[in-house]
């Protein structure tokens, strides 16, 4: 699974976002900190990063939306020239990746992503991209079966 983050008036964010603003949040700081100043990260600091990813929603601003996933439509809805990044997303990984079972709503989408990120086992990844930080995590697939789709590894 990967997630992407990126700081945006909100503060830290998944999807992309054509405004950037540097957030204030401590796990934010300690980020840019640890990209800058690299040390052997303790325990909480790292769970305090997890709690970070976990609890960001995704970019509310509506996305520009590339021709590939324009015309998918899921659960009703078709995939138009912005979307919001949730459901951009979703489509991506029900429709296009096939990686989620269809039916698999926002909710449970977003549930299935914060599981993985809340695992001890998943790593936490800190780099930066074009002057800007960024966490990610990789981790094992922690969907239920059920909601796993045809193309999930």
Known sequence: MAQEGEEVPDGLSIGGSEQRRRSDD???????????????????????????????????TRLRVTRRYRGLSYQGRTVGNREEALFLHLVQRVVYDEEWAPGTTMAEYLEDLRSTVRDPDANVVLYERDE??????????????????PQAG
Request: charged share 25%.
């Open 26 to 60: 401590p796990a934010d700081r300690l980020i840019r900190s640890l990209i800058r100043n690299p040390r052997p990260v303790h325990t909480r600091e790292v769970q305090d990063i997890r709690d970070r990813i976990a609890g960001a929603g995704f970019n509310p």
């Open 132 to 149: 800007h930080a960024y966490a990610g995590i990789f981790g094992l697939n922690r969907v239920p079966p059920r909601r796993l789709g």
